[in-house]
């Protein structure tokens, strides 16, 4: 069984940044595909994921302000947000896909004030 924790999230003011974190159990972590989705009311988006082999892709509303990034030695992947808006808040919740099972975390605050 694979575990998740997010941690980072908070309050902060537009134009400002914050960085998630995504631990993950298990010794396979470098075999995941690992992503970030944030829900809002009434909003599900996929933000950011990154494949095994680095690979990233990013939603078009964050595209040049977030970049995800992941330290499989430390079985961890990182989102770094710049640049926030009001409308980037949000419940963050990381997940990682291995061979057909998903797997998410609790999630993580993030409200950004204007």
């Known amino acids: 069984q694979v575990q998740l924790v997010e941690s980072g999230g908070g309050l902060v003011q537009a134009g400002g940044s914050l960085s998630l974190s995504c631990a993950a159990s298990?010794?396979?972590?470098?075999?995941?595909?690992m992503g970030w989705y944030r829900q809002a009311p009434g909003q599900r988006e996929l933000v950011a994921t990154i494949?095994?082999?680095?690979?990233?892709n990013y939603a078009d509303s964050v595209k040049g302000r977030f970049t995800i990034s992941r330290d499989n030695a430390k079985n961890t992947v990182y989102l770094q947000m710049n640049s926030l808006k009001p409308e980037d808040t949000a419940v963050y919740y990381c997940n990682g896909l291995y061979e057909s099972r998903l797997y998410w975390g609790q999630g993580t605050q993030v409200t950004v004030s204007s």
């Open positions: 494949t095994k082999s680095g690979s990233t």
């Open positions: 298990g010794r396979i972590f470098s075999l995941f595909t």
